[in-house]
């Protein structure tokens, strides 16, 4: 009987674990093979609900990419991603994709230039730039869309 229950405690388990993937919201993500700050980020979008999926590209086909997908040189960071037909440059937080993917603006996407401390990849323990998430408009220019205050 034991080996019965253990073995339902597992099924269950495992369709838990694949219902939540199939659940999860596929995101794109190119970077350049070994940035640990880049997986960091994508441990972080699955944590919430995203299932990320990397690609491995050099240096200078990466930016060719960003140029190509709309991303104003002042906006790169280290990875892109594309989710639902928008663009997510840098170390977005995961609940201001969701937003975007919600409010659904007419927008390229969204953006966290450089690499700032405690924007998530970037965690650092205690210490926390201030930084702004920002809408890359279709045009090129930029709003803030989300602001996260350092310490």
């Known amino acids: 009987m034991k080996f019965h229950i253990a073995g339902l405690i597992g099924t269950l388990a495992l369709f838990s674990a694949t219902q939540a993937f199939a659940e999860a919201t596929p995101i794109e993500v190119q970077k350049t093979n070994g940035c640990g700050c880049c997986l960091a980020?994508?441990?972080?979008?699955?944590?919430?609900?995203?299932?990320?999926?990397?690609?491995?590209?050099?240096?200078?086909?990466?930016?060719?990419?960003?140029?190509?997908?709309?991303?104003?040189?002042?906006?790169?960071?280290?990875?892109?991603?594309?989710?639902?037909?928008?663009?997510?440059?840098?170390?977005?937080?995961?609940?201001?994709?969701?937003?975007?993917?919600?409010?659904?603006p007419d927008a390229v996407g969204l953006a966290v230039p450089d690499m700032p401390l405690g924007s998530p990849g970037m965690d650092q323990g205690r210490r926390a730039d201030a930084y702004d998430v920002f809408l890359i408009n279709d045009d090129g220019s930029t709003d803030v869309f989300a602001s996260y205050p350092g310490n």
Request: hydrophobic share 40%.
């Open 41 to 104: 980020w994508m441990e972080h979008l699955s944590a919430n609900g995203f299932a990320p999926m990397g690609e491995d590209v050099n240096g200078g086909l990466l930016i060719r990419y960003k140029m190509e997908s709309g991303v104003p040189q002042n906006m790169m960071s280290c990875h892109t991603a594309k989710v639902d037909g928008y663009i997510i440059e840098g170390h977005v937080p995961a609940a201001d994709i969701r937003r975007l993917l919600k409010d659904r």
